[in-house]
């Protein structure tokens, strides 16, 4: 069966410092795989996307950028945390061939940034 | 940009009543899906609805599409306290390459 992971679960992290979120997929190969951002009491929105080792398309500009290294890896990353970067990100798969079956979402990572 | 939005905001219901919440969208979909999402947690699937069909069911869980209108509805029945979360339409545009839009969601609180 597939599952999916996402860690960690909480960061704190202070304005100016490093993110790395890290998402793994297990038990099915070729993923499209998804980061989204959700602020507190409000809707998700899509922030990254990938249909295949090193192919990311981004949905907004932004503070953050992302990078498959690995079929089942998917990797949300900063240099230098804002603010406004503080959320909950959710990282999801789908099997690939473009939106026709329902997502798998991870736990997700609550991040605060000080 | 946000496609999929749900009315109303936040619904509070007894235990076996019915909770009815809508989405509404902007453009041309290639299907619509349905969301679960528990408080501090990921979402979960719960139906996927094509452009080209009306209703599908899955046990207590009826989702209706109307295209004409850009407007799918979610209905539980005989509703339960575990049904407490926040629920989510996300939206597949035709034209785009399979992402999801969401909507900021319906709170529904189920009261024993």
């Known amino acids: 069966s597939q599952t999916i992971h996402q860690w960690p679960a909480t960061l704190v992290q202070p304005v100016g410092s490093p993110l790395s979120l890290e998402c793994t997929v297990e038990g099915t190969s070729n993923p499209n795989l998804y980061w989204y951002r959700q602020a507190a009491g409000r809707g998700l929105q899509l922030l990254f996307y990938?249909?295949?080792?090193?192919?990311i398309s981004s949905e907004v500009p932004q503070n953050l950028s992302a990078s498959r290294p690995q079929d089942r890896q998917f990797i949300l990353s900063s240099k230098k945390l804002l603010l406004s970067d503080s959320g909950f990100y959710l990282c999801?798969?789908?099997?690939?061939?473009?939106?026709?079956?329902?997502?798998?979402f991870g736990s997700g990572t609550r991040l605060t940034v000080v | 940009s946000q496609q999929g939005e749900e009315d109303p905001q936040a619904l509070s219901i007894q235990e076996g009543e019915n909770a009815t919440m809508n989405c509404s969208y902007k453009?041309?979909?290639?299907?619509l899906q349905w969301y679960r999402q528990n408080s501090g947690r990921g979402l979960v699937h719960l139906i996927l609805i094509r452009s080209n069909e009306r209703e599908k069911h899955s046990g207590r869980l009826r989702v209706t599409l109307d295209t004409s209108k850009k407007s799918s509805s979610l209905l539980i029945t005989a509703s339960r306290a575990a049904d407490t979360a926040s629920y989510f339409c996300g939206v597949r545009e035709a034209d785009s390459w399979g992402k999801l839009q969401f909507g900021a969601g319906t709170q529904v609180v189920v009261t024993p």
């Open positions: 453009t041309s979909i290639n299907n």
């Open positions: 990938s249909v295949g080792i090193g192919q």
């Open positions: 999801a798969w789908s099997a690939g061939g473009g939106g026709h079956y329902g997502y798998t």
